[in-house]
């Protein structure tokens, strides 16, 4: 595998691969229906795409609120690195432009990954789109 990088995406631009990804992993993997995983909100996030070489292989967006959300990565890449190289890209992102707290909806399978980067749970388990999933948020620690 060559190196991942992960560099900031334009919605209008990057389009095309974001649902890509998304539709791959969401919608045909996970069985989300379409009308829960394309929303307004797409618009207005900042979005990242992980790439191999020039080809995208995970994303993830932020809101203007802090919540990081939608973090996804093909099949074939996962294990790879290419989720923790993301994250770290939005946690990098969302701390220049002073966002805190930081926190999202995560899949129960995916808590360790997640508090790896220093979230912790924050609620108690519920259904997104069919899915176990809980709250979680990351507090930017005092200098």
């Not at 791959?24 to 996030?45: C, H, K």
């Not at 995560?106 to 790896?116: G, H, I, K, N, T």
Request: charged letters at 25%.
């Amino acid at each position: 595998m060559n190196k991942v990088t992960v560099a900031v995406a334009q919605w209008q631009k990057n389009n095309a691969d974001i649902r890509r990804i998304r539709d791959s992993v969401f919608i045909a993997e996970q069985s989300v229906p379409p009308e829960l995983e394309w929303d307004a909100e797409d618009a207005t996030a900042v979005h990242f795409l992980a790439y191999e070489g020039e080809y995208a292989v995970g994303t993830a967006r932020l809101l203007p609120d802090g919540e990081i959300g939608r973090l996804s990565v093909l099949k074939d890449w996962r294990g790879m690195k290419v989720g923790e190289a993301l994250l770290g890209a939005v946690i990098h992102e969302a701390e220049q432009r002073g966002l805190e707290p930081l926190k999202l909806s995560a899949q129960v399978q995916a808590v360790e990954f997640y508090q790896r980067f220093g979230f912790a749970v924050v609620s108690d388990e519920f259904l997104e789109a069919g899915l176990p999933h809980v709250e979680m948020r990351r507090e930017t620690p005092e200098a």
